[in-house]
């Protein structure tokens, strides 16, 4: 399976020390050049960001079409448009991508996603973690943003109960 990420699940993740599920879930992740500057360079500071750059298992990728980058580029940053891009040119299985104008415009191109808290559901689900609702607390408390609803929608997935 091809997994191409962008930098938010890889900096929510790295907030609260759990960057590894993604190894887990699926091996190595590809990541375009702008995610790694996002992450890695610009926020050598952020928690997971050394953790990234260390991480044998996440491979940066440059991306080839750069017309449509910046096509995308008036509706996204950097790092979903090149991330949305890469997709393609790895002929991709999977985008990890957590902000909705990206997504809504990776699945108006048939690009299959999943979010921080879709990993955090699907790694409960395999038995890598016990339980969802702790760390969906923990990201709510490093910043990560999440309404009721969404908070309330990762629980009923991973049968929790608020």
């Known amino acids: 399976m091809i997994v191409v990420s962008d930098a938010s699940p890889l900096i929510a993740l790295g907030r609260i020390q759990k960057i590894e599920l993604l190894k887990d879930l ?18 050598d500071y952020l ?6 750059a260390a991480a044998d298992w996440i491979k940066s990728m440059s991306v080839r079409n750069r017309t449509i980058v910046e096509i995308y580029r008036e509706k996204l940053d950097a790092g979903e448009s090149e991330a949305i891009v890469l997709v393609f040119e790895t002929d991709a299985d999977l985008l990890l991508i957590d902000e ?3 997504r809504r415009i990776a699945e108006i191109r048939k690009i299959n996603t ?10 409960k689900k ?3 973690i016990p339980s969802v609702k702790p760390l969906l607390e923990a ?3 490093s910043g990560f943003r999440m309404d009721e609803k969404l908070y ?7 049968l929790e109960t608020s």
Not at 26 to 43: D, H, Q, R, T, Y
Not at 152 to 158: F, G, H, K, P, V
């Open 114 to 123: 999943i979010g921080t808290l879709g990993c955090l559901v699907l790694a």
């Open 126 to 128: 395999r038995g890598l």
């Open 47 to 52: 928690p997971g960001a050394a953790k990234v």
């Open 139 to 141: 990201l709510s408390i």
């Open 26 to 43: 699926f091996g190595n992740i590809i990541i375009p050049g702008a995610v790694l500057e996002e992450v890695v360079k610009a926020g």
């Open 152 to 158: 309330q929608r990762a629980l009923s997935l991973a």
């Open 100 to 102: 909705a104008k990206g």
